[in-house]
């Protein structure tokens, strides 16, 4: 652990690698050829002969040896780049297995993948034959790595830096390194390269959140252990435990200095930088969004996937291309190969129901130049008007609304005359109070409607790689939150209203300091001011859109066994918005011309 960092981390329990779970084959070094034609996961065969060494330790500065899986070409004509690949999920933990383990495989289909690629990284079979080294480095205390597991902070991104440092001076590398890969692989990216290691030339974040108690544990002030509680029950391995995110909030609910270490600083990050973002994921949007605003080079490009991100990284012939292209022209030098061509920035829109995405769509820069933030406010008749009405209303929910059934909530709806796109970050500012509690967790959706003002649903592969050719086919129980998007979502706790406006990265998009609790006496009424996560989306003259105000999460609730948060009160009886007069509840939406 750091010296600098005031605290001690609580560890978890977990389960020891065991032979057969998730790739893991036994631990010990030893180098092997694969041939051309290989095929050992029975899918996707080798085009060339690759060199594949195991377990290779590397010293990191307090001691710890990690561990890592180098891939490279045999037949490789001189020295190559190396790209790393870094998580805690198991070294050989492929996405064949993890693909079978989802629903639909999100259309990763039969023989894609070789079996080499880590979860959620590159696959060796791809990108070995274009002339580099793929990494896979079991980060500290995962399989037989040194130490405790620790997620992000400043020590993954230390462990990263001297990781990246000794493999520049092996005999096949040519000394430069890059960093790829999607959620942990590319939330990392950040870390490791704010401490700026010298042969760190490039980074790759796809999907990569960026402030570990903003944008996934407690977005907004609310706790959200699921998908980290399924992950560490299935995926993770190690020998030491992994750090307890469930008991550091039990010890401490607001900002601290150890979940300020979970926050990324970006803007030390000032390298080549290749972003992709997506609507749909619920952990990394804004994340990417921040990097892509903060990294302090001109050198940056992003690209805004209208597909979810293992589809992206393992099918999309253009996308494995232009990953390939971007480190060759950094870490191969070769500066004619027309990356620099590439757009700067290239944004998708959804329009929902049975049809696919508009991609790509060129733009300047991001959030899109001349934008429209329009102010449509909440009426006492369910609608949006471009004016606050002048009579004071309230509209109550009740968030003890009946398991089972869709979670009650109060809406407001506007119908679109033209086709209209909304592009960027809306934002909702609320007058809201309860009566039967001092504190509100309060979800802010938008939903698309069509023209029958019935809900609408954007799948996130294209249909072409679903198994039902329409919305209408697909049975309730399959529907996934990775398959399926609803429309942007925004989460506050009222007593972490507190803003600080020196931190925003956008006026639409507030940062809360979720260090100063503000509790709300019954009955009291607090504007709140809540940023919901980017929007992308087209709407045909007819169709609607819905803001809706509930106390419930209201997306898919597929992580059933995750634990009731560990130390404080949810939510209770009924909460009221107040609209018109002296309350303008509103939307401030992104309009952008088409």
């Given at each position: ?284 949007t804004m994340g990417s969004i921040r990097g892509w605003l903060e990294v302090q080079t001109d050198e940056k490009w992003l690209r805004w996937d209208p597909y979810q991100e293992w589809y992206d990284l393992w099918v999309v012939k253009e996308s494995i291309d232009e990953l390939a292209q971007f480190f060759d022209f950094y870490l191969n030098g070769n500066t004619k190969n027309g990356w620099d061509a590439t757009p700067k920035v290239r944004m998708s829109s959804l329009r929902f129901g049975d049809q696919e995405p508009i991609y790509p769509i060129s733009v300047e820069d991001f959030p899109v130049p001349k934008t429209e933030y329009r102010e449509m406010f909440f009426s006492g008749g369910d609608t949006l008007q471009d004016a606050p009405p002048t009579t004071e209303t309230g509209l109550s929910y009740n968030f003890e609304a009946v398991d089972g059934q869709e979670a009650d909530f109060v809406g407001f709806k506007h119908t679109f005359a033209t086709r209209t796109r909304l592009m960027g970050l809306p934002k909702a500012v609320l007058y809201m109070s ?161």
């Amino acid at each position: 652990m750091p010296a600098s960092q005031p605290f001690q981390v609580a560890n978890l329990t977990i389960e020891k690698p065991t032979i057969g779970h998730n790739g893991y084959v036994g631990h010990g070094h030893r180098i092997e050829t694969l041939p051309k034609g290989w095929n050992g996961f029975n899918s996707r065969p080798l085009s060339e002969d690759l060199i594949a060494e195991h377990d290779l330790g590397i010293k990191v500065r307090d001691g710890c040896t990690l561990y890592c899986d180098i891939y490279r070409p045999a037949n490789a004509p001189g020295k190559i780049p190396a790209i790393v690949c870094w998580s805690p999920f198991g070294k050989k933990h492929n996405g064949i297995g993890m693909m079978k383990k989802v629903r639909w495989g999100v259309g990763v289909p039969d023989g894609c993948l070789s079996g080499l690629e880590r979860f959620e990284g590159p696959d060796p079979a791809e990108y070995c034959p274009r002339g580099f080294a793929i990494i896979n480095v079991d980060a500290r205390g995962a399989g037989h790595s040194d130490g405790s597991i620790v997620i992000m902070g400043q020590q993954e991104g230390e462990d990263g830096h001297d990781v990246i440092e000794a493999l520049a001076k092996m005999d096949w590398c040519n000394g430069n390194v890059g960093l790829a890969g999607n959620s942990h692989l590319g939330i990392v990216q950040w870390f490791i390269a704010a401490t700026r290691p010298p042969s760190l030339k490039a980074i790759a974040p796809w999907e990569a959140c960026g402030d570990l108690y903003r944008e996934q544990f407690v977005r907004g002030g609310a706790w959200d252990n699921g998908l980290f509680d399924l992950i560490t029950k299935q995926v993770i391995r190690g020998h030491n435990g992994c750090e307890d995110f469930r008991e550091m909030y039990r010890r401490c609910q607001t900002m601290n200095p150890y979940w300020a270490d979970k926050r990324a600083n970006i803007k030390n990050i000032s390298i080549p930088t290749y972003v992709v973002a997506s609507y749909s994921t619920f952990v990394h949007t804004m994340g990417s969004i921040r990097g892509w605003l903060e990294v302090q080079t001109d050198e940056k490009w992003l690209r805004w996937d209208p597909y979810q991100e293992w589809y992206d990284l393992w099918v999309v012939k253009e996308s494995i291309d232009e990953l390939a292209q971007f480190f060759d022209f950094y870490l191969n030098g070769n500066t004619k190969n027309g990356w620099d061509a590439t757009p700067k920035v290239r944004m998708s829109s959804l329009r929902f129901g049975d049809q696919e995405p508009i991609y790509p769509i060129s733009v300047e820069d991001f959030p899109v130049p001349k934008t429209e933030y329009r102010e449509m406010f909440f009426s006492g008749g369910d609608t949006l008007q471009d004016a606050p009405p002048t009579t004071e209303t309230g509209l109550s929910y009740n968030f003890e609304a009946v398991d089972g059934q869709e979670a009650d909530f109060v809406g407001f709806k506007h119908t679109f005359a033209t086709r209209t796109r909304l592009m960027g970050l809306p934002k909702a500012v609320l007058y809201m109070s309860c009566d039967d509690l001092d504190d509100m967790i309060v979800y802010v959706l938008i939903r698309k409607l069509d023209r029958d003002g019935n809900v609408m649903m954007n799948l996130n592969i294209p249909w072409e790689a679903a198994p039902y050719s329409k919305m209408s086919e697909i049975p309730k129980e399959e529907m996934s939150n990775l398959i399926l998007y609803f429309g942007p979502l925004g989460i506050l706790r009222a007593s972490h209203r507190e803003i600080d406006s020196s931190m925003s990265i956008h006026e639409q998009y507030p940062f809360h300091t979720h260090s100063n609790v503000q509790k709300v006496a019954p009955g009291q009424i607090v504007e709140l001011e809540i940023g919901l996560w980017a929007m992308g989306i087209d709407f045909e003259e007819g169709e609607s859109l819905r803001v809706q105000v509930s106390g419930q999460y209201p997306l898919i609730p597929e992580y059933k066994q995750a634990r009731p948060a560990p130390a404080e009160t949810s939510n209770k009886g009924h909460h009221k918005v107040h609209v018109g007069g002296r309350y303008p509840s509103r939307i401030i939406l992104p309009f952008v011309d088409i």
